[in-house]
């Protein structure tokens, strides 16, 4: 009985290491696709690998399979989305201004065309750092926002709300609450983030990069 004893103590023993060893192996491979992930998607999708790419999705589906939408996650992300609104009103009127000038810059023949682009970028000064230390203090993602696109032929900011194309509800309020764009499009078109990331922007900056163009013939 008392060898009996032994060997059931013995084999629990080797059962709590094997679970911590499997728990730590566990760790190190999230943490490795983190890493890879912060990487990856600092990089221009056309300048991404293959592997990479891979890295990506492999590491989105663990993510989703671990996030939870907290009452806080929740807030959060809606308060984003009214954020983001209020920043797509004041480059709206700021963009129509610049376009203007541009328009007649071109009919005073300064220029010969123009290119407007806007730039989203996405801050996090807590998460990302922890894998990779050079994401602090600089952006972890940048996109091309295309909301302007949606204005084209608006004179005043349309807040028309973009959930028409939402899938699946993540959480209760998500419905409810009217969708700006830019939201829309992180949520829906960018793919290299996961709820998770989106949660995670602490700031971000839109840009209005504008290109004068000239042109001249040679011959």
């Not at 929740?74 to 004041?90: D, V």
């Not at 750092?129 to 091309?144: A, D, I, M, Q, R």
Request: aromatic share 16%; glycine share 0%.
């Amino acid at each position: 009985m008392i060898v009996a004893q032994k060997s059931n103590s013995s084999d629990a023993f080797k059962k709590e290491i094997m679970i911590e060893q499997n728990q730590i192996i566990g760790k190190l491979e999230a943490k490795e696709l983190e890493l890879k992930f912060i990487r990856a998607i600092q990089k221009r999708y056309s300048d991404r690998t293959n592997s990479e790419k891979e890295s990506i999705e492999k590491r989105n589906e663990f993510i989703d399979s671990q996030f939870e939408f907290t009452p806080k996650v929740c807030e959060k992300i809606i308060l984003l989305n009214e954020k983001l609104r209020e920043e797509e009103k004041r480059i709206f009127y700021q963009y129509r201004k610049i376009e203007e000038q541009c328009k007649l810059m071109v009919k005073n023949k300064e220029i010969d065309d123009f290119n407007i682009d806007l730039v989203l970028t996405f801050w996090n000064n807590k998460h990302y750092k922890k894998f990779n230390p050079e994401v602090y203090g600089n952006l972890f993602f940048e996109s091309t926002d295309s909301f302007m696109v949606m204005q084209m032929f608006e004179v005043e900011y349309n807040p028309e709300p973009k959930n028409e194309h939402c899938r699946k509800s993540p959480f209760k309020e998500f419905n409810e609450i009217s969708h700006c764009y830019t939201f829309h499009s992180l949520y829906d078109h960018c793919h290299e983030l996961t709820w998770f990331d989106i949660y995670n922007i602490d700031q971000f900056w839109m840009e209005i990069k504008v290109d004068y163009q000239f042109f001249r013939k040679v011959k």
